[in-house]
T-cell receptor
Framework: EPEVTQTPSHQVTQMGQEVILRCVPISNHLYFYWYRQILGQKVEFLVSFYNNEISEKSEIFDDQFSVERPDGSNFTLKIRSTKLEDSAMYFC??????????????FGPGTRLTVL | QKEVEQDPGPLSVPEGAIVSLNCTYSNSAFQYFMWYRQYSRKGPELLMYTYSSGNKEDGRFTAQVDKSSKYISLFIRDSQPSDSATYLCAMSDSGSARQLTFGSGTQLTVLP
């Protein structure tokens, strides 16, 4: 069964460093997403990406964040200068471009980011 | 403001029990309602999806949406130890259907 994969499973970095979180969405999916979950808090939407551009983004997704689809399979989230409060589980998701407004989002297992 | 509140856990029930999980929300624009199940160290997995009000049944699972009360529920019949997980409600509006707003999750343990 196709699934979303994410690497690494755990990333430790120093405050101020840049990190890139990687995701391989399901191959025939056209929408890609990043969510994050700070420990003990809700899963929060960060950004959606379609047709090589950002479709929607939340207020959390500020200038320190960027997303990219560098090739036909990977989807990345870059955090330019990490802060302590960026420590969280980051989930990638993907969905088909269906005919309706809503498409099921399939989530990856997450990357735990720890900023020291 | 998009806000979703979910009954706090943890919830522990004996095997075979009927489980009721609930969420309330404040944004009347929400049209799409989902329940996700999340096992430890895994991403959320879609269990049930409902559009607007009404009931939807899938095996042992029933999802209910009451838009007039801004209240959604998930019922699990004949609960099994394998149902032990965190259950997250999520919802979105028609303008941003792909931007999901999640509840905080309820941790369920089904005891054999």
């Amino acid at each position: 069964e196709p699934e979303v994969t994410q690497t690494p499973s755990h990333q430790v970095t120093q405050m101020g460093q840049e990190v890139i979180l990687r995701c391989v969405p399901i191959s025939n999916h056209l929408y890609f997403y990043w969510y994050r979950q700070i420990l003990g808090q809700k899963v929060e939407f960060l950004v959606s990406f379609y047709n090589n551009e950002i479709s929607e983004k939340s207020e959390i997704f500020d200038d320190q964040f960027s997303v990219e689809r560098p090739d036909g399979s990977n989807f990345t989230l870059k955090i330019r200068s990490t802060k302590l409060e960026d420590s969280a589980m980051y989930f990638c998701a993907s969905s088909e471009e269906g005919t309706g407004v809503y498409d099921e989002q399939f989530f990856g297992p997450g990357t735990r980011l720890t900023v020291l | 403001q998009k806000e979703v509140e979910q009954d706090p856990g943890p919830l522990s029930v004996p095997e075979g029990a009927i489980v009721s999980l609930n969420c309330t929300y404040s944004n009347s624009a929400f049209q799409y309602f989902m329940w996700y199940r999340q096992y430890s160290r895994k991403g959320p997995e879609l269990l049930m999806y409902t559009y607007s009000s009404g009931n939807k049944e899938d095996g042992r699972f029933t999802a209910q949406v009451d838009k007039s009360s801004k209240y959604i529920s998930l019922f699990i019949r004949d609960s099994q130890p394998s149902d032990s997980a965190t259950y997250l409600c999520a919802m979105s509006d028609s303008g941003s259907a792909r931007q999901l707003t999640f509840g905080s999750g309820t941790q369920l343990t089904v005891l054999p």
